[in-house]
Nanobody, 114 residues
Framework: QVQLVESGGGLVQPGGSLRLSCAAS????????MDWYRQALGKERELVAS????????NYAESVKGRFTISRDNTKNTVYLQMNSLKLDDTAVYFC???????WGQGTQVTVSS
C-alpha cells in the first residue's frame, strides 16, 4: 500500500522555523522525485519545492527561495522541508506528493501567527 505521511506542522511566530517530514512506504522511494505543495484557505494548491530522485537538483517557488530547503534521505524513505524566516503568508496545509505515483499525503497544518 503506497502511503505518504507528513508530520512536523504546528503554530510558529513570524520569523520562526519548522521542519516538515514526509515518510514514504509501499514503493521504491528512491525512484520517485518528490514535491512539497501547500494550500492556503480559499486558495489553489501551489508547488513549493521539488527534488530529484538523488537529491542532486532542487527547485523552489519564488515566494520561498532562500527561506525553504527541500532535502531527502533515501535510506529513511523520507523527504524534508526546512522552513526558515516564516511569514504570515506561509500559513497553509502542506502536502508531499510523488509525481511518479501521483500520490498525495494527507497534509500537515502550518500556522504562522503572532
Amino acid at each position: 500500500q503506497v502511503q505518504l505521511v507528513e508530520s512536523g506542522g504546528g503554530l510558529v511566530q513570524p520569523g520562526g522555523s519548522l521542519r516538515l517530514s514526509c515518510a514514504a512506504s509501499g514503493f521504491t522511494f528512491s525512484r520517485s522525485p518528490m514535491d512539497w505543495y501547500r494550500q492556503a484557505l480559499g486558495k489553489e494548491r501551489e508547488l513549493v519545492a521539488s527534488i530529484t530522485t538523488t537529491g542532486s537538483n532542487t527547485n523552489y517557488a519564488e515566494s520561498v527561495k532562500g527561506r525553504f530547503t527541500i532535502s531527502r534521505d533515501n535510506t529513511k524513505n523520507t523527504v524534508y522541508l526546512q522552513m526558515n524566516s516564516l511569514k504570515l503568508d506561509d500559513t497553509a496545509v502542506y502536502f508531499c506528493y510523488s509525481p511518479w505515483l501521483s500520490t498525495w499525503g494527507q497534509g500537515t497544518q502550518v500556522t504562522v501567527s503572532s
